[in-house]
């Protein structure tokens, strides 16, 4: 499975930007979709992740609220809506896939990963 993230770019904080990531290649392989970010100097923190089987997305505590997840299975893309975008959510967005049905938080459980999307929130 290969990903390409997409989307990112320069945004006003309390502004919006809606990040995808395409999956080609065998996608049944990597039933659940994550999206991580890595800021300056920080590690590498999850922000969210959904099953292409359905269900409600899991979140990261500092985005809870303002990102939403999604999918389109038809288009093997998986999205991140982010909303009401601060400072802090400055980073390298990366788009990651699991090979287990279980969704999960923790980046080494992920076994494929796009080349991330850079996202800057600055006034």
């Known amino acids: 499975v290969q990903l390409q993230a997409s989307g990112g770019g320069l945004v006003q904080p309390g502004g919006s930007l809606r990040l995808s990531c395409t999956a080609s290649?065998?996608?049944?392989?990597?039933?659940?979709m994550g999206w991580f970010r890595q800021g300056p100097g920080k590690e590498r923190e999850f922000v969210a992740a959904?099953?292409?089987?359905?269900?409600?997305?899991i979140y990261g505590d500092p985005v809870k609220g303002r990102f939403i997840i999604s999918r389109d299975n038809a288009k093997n893309t998986v999205y991140l809506q982010m909303n009401d975008l601060k400072l802090e959510d400055t980073a390298v967005y990366y788009c990651a896939g699991r090979r287990a049905t279980v969704m999960s938080r923790a980046p080494r459980t992920y076994t494929h990963w796009g080349q991330g999307t850079r996202v800057t929130v600055s006034s």
């Open positions: 959904v099953s292409w089987a359905g269900g409600s997305g």
């Open positions: 290649g065998h996608t049944v392989s990597t039933p659940v």
